[in-house]
């Protein structure tokens, strides 16, 4: 209990003097980096409330970086600049999409489950290629940052402590949320879901909130995300992506606090130290050669996940 | 006597060519403790995940407290007062003794559409389950995950989460199911406190549990109830010995 409080303190005191080191070091690549893993630490954290607290194996959370991409993208695009009205979009329509998704998916369990959000997924993605008017296949151009009042995404540093703040409230409010009585009845479903049944609790609608509340925080992943990149293209969509977010939960540790923030870090590091940083140019060219065997083997020593190393699951 | 609490007409269920309850009629009154015994593969488990609503019925109806409950979901029931426990252990393995039956209390206690407190510090849940814990024996056990207590502790935690939630109707199905002699006897003691309070099925092998315990008896075979009646009686019917009582001895 201890330990993992210093743990996370110091993470959150290196998290915090990244900037200015970075900055005196000349190195704002770093900024950019840790940013990027930030916003999908953020998506991770959201799968997790669903995948790993609640067992519904979702194949579809890129969905919500669409979603929240091409709201902020779409309003940006026709003028509207105001971040509250592009953020609020980006969660809004992604918690809705979600409350779409759920309410067809969550009927059905096991590949059903898995394929029916894959299939949403690909839905969103084939139209996000088809909006010829936004860039079609190619994408667009993002015009210029989300505009806030007293707060300016423009200033990288700004950005960066913008996302480090949510990242946190993210990790916060899956942490209440799992432990209160909401949380309790997901766990409990996933956990039995007979036992939860003979005992009176309809896990339907607890699912179905859940399932919605991660789609609005993937949404906000979204609408971080466009910002970060100042492009948008259907890519965000990708199941790869999917993919991608999912393998981070599971590497990270399932149904921890740190496991999709440690998974997330873990698996986009690699992967740039390998595309990047490796001092063999044959496995910078073929990088993704690499990092398959890495996961793999990771998944198999690290059963628990990442966070497994650190103590035992935590509620 | 009143209107029975329990109202079970012509219920049937099949698997395949298989008639797992066949014709079912049953009356249980409140208070009153009926033990429904018979060889394996009578299909008494069916039965109970029937009237439990775990099991769709083919045919029949349920009537529980004056009202038909025959459509109604699993959890629909046990908000209305139906409780069970299962004869293969089932409880919510990651989770402490104490917060298993902390969440049958909170399944109890209305929706759960609560956001933000902790639940397992609330002692509107947490007093409750320390009292069932007491009262089934376990409260030693509170903070032990479930998945390592022992197989004896685990069928004593099934009753706990059944009376967890303030049942009206106790549906247990082997309660004594793998126990040593001495689990058995506490077991028999617990269930034995609860007579009378709580309206009870109890499926049974242990004969001499059956006999102590019940107030009356339905002996099912194939799927179908060929005598009920008061233990005495049961003991003496020539059909029943010949169809169960006779295998065992
Ligand atoms: N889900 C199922 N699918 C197919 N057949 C089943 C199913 N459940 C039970 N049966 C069959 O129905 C019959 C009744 O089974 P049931 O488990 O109800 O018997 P039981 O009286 O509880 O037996 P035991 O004393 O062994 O617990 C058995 O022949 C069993 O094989
Ligand atoms: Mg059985």
Known sequence: MKTRAILWGAFVLLLAALPPVALELGQPFYLD??????????????LNLILGYGGMVSFGHAAYLGVGG??????????????????GAAIGGSALVALAIGAVSIR????????????FTQMLYYLGVSLEEYGGDDGMRLRTRSEFPL?????????????????????????????????????????????????????????????????????????????????????????TRSGEIMFMVILGG????????????????????????????????????????????????????LAGIFGKHDG | MGEALLEVRNLAKSFGALRATDGVDLEVHEGETLAIIGPNGAGKTTLISQLAGNLRSDAGRVRFAGEDVTALSAPRRARKGFARSFQITSVFPEFS??????????????????????????????????????????????GVIAANLSHGEHRQL?????????PRLLLLDEPMAGMGIEESERMIALLASLKGRLTIILVEHDMDAVFRLADRISVLVYGRIIATDSPDKIKLNAEVRKAYLGEEA
Do not use: C
Not at chain 1, 33 to 43: C, G, Q, S
Not at chain 1, 70 to 87: E, P, R, S, T
Not at chain 1, 108 to 119: D, E, P, Q, R
Not at chain 1, 286 to 302: A, M
């Open chain 1, 151 to 239: 707060v300016d995404l423009k200033d990288p540093v700004t950005f960066y402590y913008v996302v480090l703040g949510l990242m946190l409230l993210s990790i916060f409010i899956v942490f209440k949320l799992v432990n209160s009585r909401f949380g309790m009845v997901l766990r409990a479903a996933k956990s039995n879901e007979a036992r939860a049944l003979a005992i009176g609790f309809s896990p339907y609608p607890y699912r179905l909130a859940a399932f919605v509340i991660a789609g609005a925080m993937g949404g906000l992943a979204g609408a971080l995300l466009v910002n970060h990149t100042s492009y948008l293209t259907p890519d965000f969509m990708h199941w």
């Open chain 2, 97 to 142: 003794t104490l917060e298993n039956v902390a969440l049958a209390v909170q399944a109890h206690a209305g929706h759960s559409l609560r956001f933000w407190r902790p639940a397992m510090s609330d002692p509107a849940l947490i007093e409750p389950a320390r009292q069932v814990l007491k009262e089934v024996g376990l409260e030693t056990r509170a």
């Open chain 2, 158 to 166: 099934e009753v706990a989460m059944a009376l967890a939630t303030q």
């Open chain 1, 254 to 305: 399932m149904a921890t606090h740190a496991g999709p923030v440690a998974g997330a870090f873990a698996f986009l590091l690699v992967e740039d130290m390998l595309s990047a940083w490796v001092p063999l140019a044959f496995v910078r060219e073929h990088w993704q050669l690499f990092l398959g065997p890495l996961l793999v083997l990771s998944v198999l020593f690290f059963r628990r996940g």
């Open chain 1, 108 to 119: 059905t369990s096991g590949v059903y489950f898995i394929m029916i959000t894959l299939a």
């Open chain 1, 33 to 46: 980096l840790v940013r990027r893993i930030m916003i999908f630490a953020i998506a991770a954290i959201s």
């Open chain 1, 70 to 87: 091409y709201a902020v993208g779409i309003l940006a695009f026709h003028g509207f600049d105001n971040g509250l009205l592009q953020w």
